[in-house]
């Protein structure tokens, strides 16, 4: 499996319904089993799904924009309506049926019950030291 | 001047570019697109694609970067896509179909650039580049005496 399936896929929640598309792909360190050649291992931690149809989130769906204001208010306005779908609730991924198409990603959830992006990325800010284990 | 050096590479260990558990980043802004560079600083790659390996238990983990058209191609879309991977397929002079592909184990940090620990004799990642180095570059008159 790539990144790329992912990226751009359109969502399907429980019931079927199409509620957007990947947006973008957050991920995390985790401490490395015993044996392996690097400390941590980098492991999916959730999806970004943008649910308006040609919602970009203009790279800002990566962290909050905390100012200059016109850029906070842009940010904002980018980042409304899009869903934070953590990798728990992914039921299942299907690959697109020949290259350069959209894979669908489907959810164990319905659309609803998706938090808004902006309700939990505030903390994606800060840059805690090592070892605190927050970011 | 080793000492520096040796300095440099130990902040870079402990710096804004280590990895360390719980760190998180976004695919889109902090990998995708991002220059690779060796523990010397010279530019290797950009990072075009990550593997990831399914894990029934829990999350998917990264395992590789992937490099090159092959890589590259799937994020375009479309014809674009399509087109790039048949161009890739003809002038491919590498071992295999897929992409190009550094061992995430090999990155030693994520900043604004992505570091990685390769060894003396490289991967490679750059077959057709090698191929039209040694073949046609290399077989030009002067050649033998281009700087650098």
Not at chain 2, 12 to 38: C, I, K, M, N
Not at chain 2, 55 to 67: C, E, I, N
Not at chain 2, 95 to 121: H, K, M, N, S, Y
Request: proline share 8%.
């Amino acid at each position: 499996m790539r990144l790329a399936d992912l990226m751009g896929a359109r969502v399907r929640d429980r019931d079927g319904r199409e509620i957007g598309h990947v947006s973008d792909v957050r991920l995390r360190e985790h401490p490395a089993p015993d044996g392996a050649s690097a400390d941590t291992v980098l492991k999916v931690e959730g999806l970004v799904v943008a649910t308006r149809v040609r919602a970009r989130l203009i790279a800002y769906d990566h962290r909050p924009v905390d100012g200059p204001w016109p850029l906070a208010r842009l940010a904002r306005r980018a980042a409304r309506g899009a869903r934070w779908a953590p990798w728990p609730v992914v039921a299942a991924h299907e690959p697109p049926d020949r290259l350069g198409d959209l894979g669908t990603v489907l959810l164990v959830v319905p659309g609803a019950e998706l938090v808004p992006l902006t309700d939990v990325h505030h903390g994606w800010n800060t840059t805690p030291s090592p070892g605190s284990g927050a970011g | 001047m080793p000492d520096e050096e040796a300095d440099a590479r130990e902040e870079t260990r402990t710096g804004p570019e280590a990895r360390w558990a719980g760190r998180a980043y976004s695919a889109r802004f902090h990998l995708l697109d991002r220059q690779v560079v060796d523990g010397d600083d010279r530019p290797v790659c950009k990072v075009d694609d990550l593997e990831l390996e399914l894990d029934p238990d829990g999350p998917p983990r990264v395992t590789a970067v992937f490099v090159g058209p092959a890589a590259l191609a799937p994020r375009l879309g479309g014809k674009t896509a399509r087109w790039l991977a048949a161009v890739q397929r003809r002038l491919s002079v590498g071992e295999g179909e897929g992409p190009a592909r550094l061992d995430f184990g090999r990155v030693t940090g994520i900043g604004a650039v992505v570091r990685v620990d390769l060894p003396e004799e490289n991967v490679g990642v750059h077959a057709l580049e090698d191929w039209t180095r040694e073949n046609v570059i290399g077989r030009l008159p002067g050649a033998d005496h281009a700087s650098g």
